[in-house]
């Protein structure tokens, strides 16, 4: 789903790739959108359980833990698939055509990331180190929304140097009048 995205992903020729047989697949799952919601549902999971982890670390500084989250998901999303790929934007691309239960199950593990990322930037401002007029949870949309579309970018033919440009725009923005200056 990564790779040819929602539309583009056939259960039949998916299902070849692993050797599955159809009637096994539709035994557990009614439809491909029933299977969506289960992937969606693991890779929620999966990755707030690693942003959790990195969130909470206490050797690190608020600031710091933003910019390691942020590679992070540079990382995991050149990682998993031949070209880059997020599955919330995947879906979020096929959402005008998606039943009212997965759209409302993309909305949630969207809203679930802003407010894990808000409560950083929150801590971040508290610490000083990031601009203290900022409201972290509409920053935290942005920076999410940034990074889809670097992830778009990077699928287009810019590779890494559009999380390079994102991760930069974000730093500058983090820190705006917060009297830290980092290269």
């Given amino acids: 789903m990564l790779e ?3 539309e583009g992903t056939g259960i039949g020729p998916l299902l070849a790739s692993v050797a599955v047989p ?5 035994h557990f799952f009614a439809s491909k959108e029933d299977f969506a919601a289960a992937v969606l549902k693991a890779y929620a999971e999966q990755y707030r359980q690693q942003r959790l982890e990195l969130f909470t670390d206490a050797s690190l500084s608020p600031l710091a833990r933003i910019e390691r989250h942020l590679v992070q998901v540079e990382h995991d999303s050149a990682a998993e698939a031949a070209v880059p790929g997020c599955l919330y934007g995947v879906l979020a691309q096929a959402a005008p ?13 969207f809203a ?7 409560a950083l930037i929150a801590q971040a401002q508290q610490e000083g180190e990031v601009e203290g007029g900022l409201d972290p949870a509409e920053t935290a949309a942005h920076l999410i929304d940034l990074y889809e579309g670097a992830v778009i ?6 590779g890494p140097a559009a999380f390079a440009r994102f991760r930069k725009f974000a730093r500058a923005t983090l820190q705006r009048g ?3 200056s980092r290269d």
């Fill in 4 to 6: 040819q995205g929602y």
């Fill in 22 to 26: 159809k009637g096994s697949f539709y």
């Fill in 97 to 109: 055509g998606l039943g009212e239960e997965l759209r409302a199950q993309l909305h949630g593990a």
């Fill in 112 to 118: 679930t990331w802003e407010q894990d990322l808000a």
């Fill in 153 to 158: 970018r990077a699928r287009a033919g810019d």
């Fill in 178 to 180: 917060a009297g830290a």
